[in-house]
């Protein structure tokens, strides 16, 4: 992929802070890139509607603490850590800080890419790995901003905050690839959020959200690749490949997933048994159901219900 080399000015990459703001921040490190600066802020005092703005598109994400967020005219929302906004150039935002102390600073990342470098990393997934529906083409969604962070864009940020701090000829190298996977998997999370949560809106025209649909009003059968398929009217290759580079994760590790979720709100129910959860969601055995639990949501399903009384 060709590399971008529009550097990015500090007019382009610093936040337009307001005078309240400078004094609410006692810690800001920026870290730059030739496409890119990272910005690491500390805040340890509370604070109501502080107005910020970014003059290039942004990639913000909780680390400590908390936010609330008022943006356009939604309902102000939660920001909590885990989470991340994508924002576009010159969206203005107000924020509050509700907890922020001495003792528990609210603790922030502000990745700031330039624009071109963003435009040939969506140019280059379209030319190599085209969406599933040729009418649809990858982009980066800045009204769809506001995302879970799953495992593989946490790991990432991690990666990238370590990347800028280190001292490598290499560097450079290292966060380009970085900052191409970032945008690829960010691409990847706003595409499956769409096809996952709104896939009986969408099954009559796409044909991975047609399948999403049949995959949850047949998660107690046995699903196997070739129905599915069959379902989207693709080859097996040429199906498992697309649904992969759609969603992010294979139809296999989707339909995981979906028992999982599904056997949550079962066990949610305190009259239904850990019995019940693992048949009801689709699975055969209780050993294989009681490591799956695991392996997604980190302890059993006997945790999970206690959790829960």
Same mark, same amino acid.
């Given at each position: ?18 005078? +309240? ?10 870290? %730059? *890139?030739? &496409?890119? @600066? ?7 005092? +509370?604070?109501?509607? &502080?107005?910020? @703005? ?13 936010? &609330?967020? *008022? ?8 920001? /909590? ?38 435009? $040939?990393? &969506?140019?280059? !997934? ?8 040729? %009418? ?17 864009? %946490? ?10 701090? @280190? ?63 069959? $379902? ?26 979906? +028992?999982?979720?599904?056997?949550? $709100? ?19 055995? /209780? ?14 399903? +006997?945790?999970?219900?206690? $959790? !829960?009384?």
């Amino acid at each position: 992929m060709a590399s971008g080399k529009k550097s990015l000015q500090n007019s382009e990459a610093l936040p337009a802070w307001g005078g +309240r703001l400078d004094a609410l921040v006692e810690n800001k490190l920026t870290l %730059s *890139h030739d &496409v890119a @600066e990272l910005h690491l802020y500390e805040t340890f005092q +509370r604070a109501q509607l &502080v107005e910020l @703005e970014f003059g290039a598109p942004v990639l913000t994400s909780m680390l400590t603490g908390k936010k &609330v967020m *008022h943006i356009d005219e939604l309902k102000p929302f939660d920001y /909590l850590p885990g989470e991340s906004l994508v924002l576009p150039a010159n969206k203005p935002m107000k924020i509050d800080f509700p907890e922020a102390t001495v003792q528990t600073p609210t603790r922030c990342i502000a990745l700031t890419i330039s624009g071109e470098f963003i435009q $040939q990393t &969506v140019n280059y !997934l379209n030319e190599e790995y085209p969406r599933s529906e040729p %009418s649809e083409l990858w982009e980066v969604d800045t009204n769809n901003y506001h995302l879970q962070n799953n495992f593989e864009i %946490s790991s990432l940020i991690d990666k990238i905050i370590r990347l800028y701090r @280190e001292n490598n000829v290499l560097k450079p190298f290292f966060i380009h690839n970085s900052l191409e996977e970032l945008i690829v998997r960010l691409m990847q999370t706003q595409a499956r959020r769409v096809l996952v949560d709104q896939a009986r809106k969408y099954m009559s025209s796409h044909r991975l959200a047609f399948v999403v649909e049949y995959i949850r009003n047949n998660l107690t059968k046995a699903l196997a690749i070739d129905e599915l398929s069959n $379902q989207a009217c693709l080859s097996k290759s040429h199906f498992f490949r697309l649904f992969k580079n759609e969603l992010g994760m294979s139809p296999i590790q989707f339909i995981l997933q979906e +028992r999982i979720r599904l056997a949550k $709100q079962i066990l949610s129910n305190p009259a239904k048994s850990i019995t019940d959860a693992c048949y009801e969601s689709g699975f055969n055995s /209780l050993t294989h159901f009681s490591n799956a639990f695991r392996t997604v949501e980190r302890i059993s399903p +006997r945790q999970y219900k206690q $959790q !829960l009384a």
